[in-house]
């Protein structure tokens, strides 16, 4: 019992931390979390970093059952299970606020936050579709202890010169789906990178002029069920359209990696994804 308490002081510490670098930033955040109207087990959460009124940096986190792999074997696909996870499927700074550690920021604080509301649930999940994603340099994802779920096939490199007996395999790692189990290496990973920003503010003098805008260490809040964006009809009567405008008004992304090539998300994996998250 007690390494569960400690484990959760270091979550708060953490969110502490980091409530205070986005301060002395000049910025604000605050957060909202909204119901679903058909199950209460899902829960919408949305983060937002502002510059005085304005959205600057955004990410939208869906509480609810997924799958994970736990365990590593040579028959990886066998380990899904099926729990309650911290599904992120939206992170974006807009532009003329990129550069400045804002997305490393919200991620991790949204990570703290929800991890201290749901204090059993123990993976987070989100679909990878960056050009960075099979590398760990320039990947918060894999700088933070993401992994991808699987891998999703072999592929063959051959050239006029190789050895059709030796042909040499790589595997190709894709699918974007990537899970993060939460704990002791997430922490340490994220400390070093907010280290890093203080190291950076303080190597780049930004303590200049003190920002007019006061930023509150109130959280707002707001408790209300959300209603779906699709309405009722039999799920294989919507077309692909009409899925994907879903997705992108609830901030669901359309598309996926796969053998290194970005594709749109199929209807049918449209429909799993927004039944996933009870929006149709």
Not at 32 to 48: E, G, P, R
Request: charged residues 30%; positive net charge.
């Amino acid at each position: 019992m007690a390494k569960k308490n400690i484990t959760q002081d270091v979550y708060t510490n953490l969110l502490s931390k980091v409530k205070l670098i986005i301060k002395k930033k000049g910025f604000n955040i605050k957060e909202k979390y909204l119901k679903s109207q058909d199950d209460n087990t899902v829960i919408k959460y949305d983060f937002n970093i502002l510059h005085g009124d304005k959205i600057v940096t955004e990410l939208t986190c869906y509480y609810s059952e997924d799958q994970v792999i736990k365990g590593v074997t040579r028959n990886a696909y066998a380990n899904y299970i099926d729990e309650m996870v911290f599904n992120i499927t939206w992170v974006n700074t807009i532009e003329n606020y990129e550069g400045q550690g804002l997305g490393t920021l919200i991620f991790i604080y949204s990570i703290c936050y929800l991890k201290n509301k749901h204090k059993n649930t123990e993976y987070v999940i989100l679909d990878d579709d960056s050009k960075n994603s099979s590398k760990i340099k320039n990947n918060i994802y894999n700088n933070l202890g993401f992994s991808f779920k699987g891998f999703q096939s072999l592929r063959e490199e051959i050239s006029q010169n190789d050895n059709l007996e030796d042909e040499p395999l790589e595997i190709v790692m894709s699918g974007p789906e990537k899970q993060l189990k939460l704990g002791i290496n997430f922490i340490k990973r994220a400390e070093k990178i907010l280290n890093n920003i203080v190291l950076r503010e303080k190597n780049n003098n930004t303590s200049k002029v003190s920002r007019s805008t006061r930023v509150s260490t109130t959280i707002s809040t707001r408790y209300e069920p959300y209603k779906k964006k699709g309405g009722k009809k039999d799920e294989n009567k919507y077309t692909i359209k009409e899925l994907k405008d879903i997705s992108i008004k609830n901030k669901i992304k359309i598309t996926k990696i796969q053998n290194e090539k970005k594709i749109y998300l199929t209807k049918k994996d449209l429909i799993k994804k927004l039944k996933r998250y009870k929006l149709i």
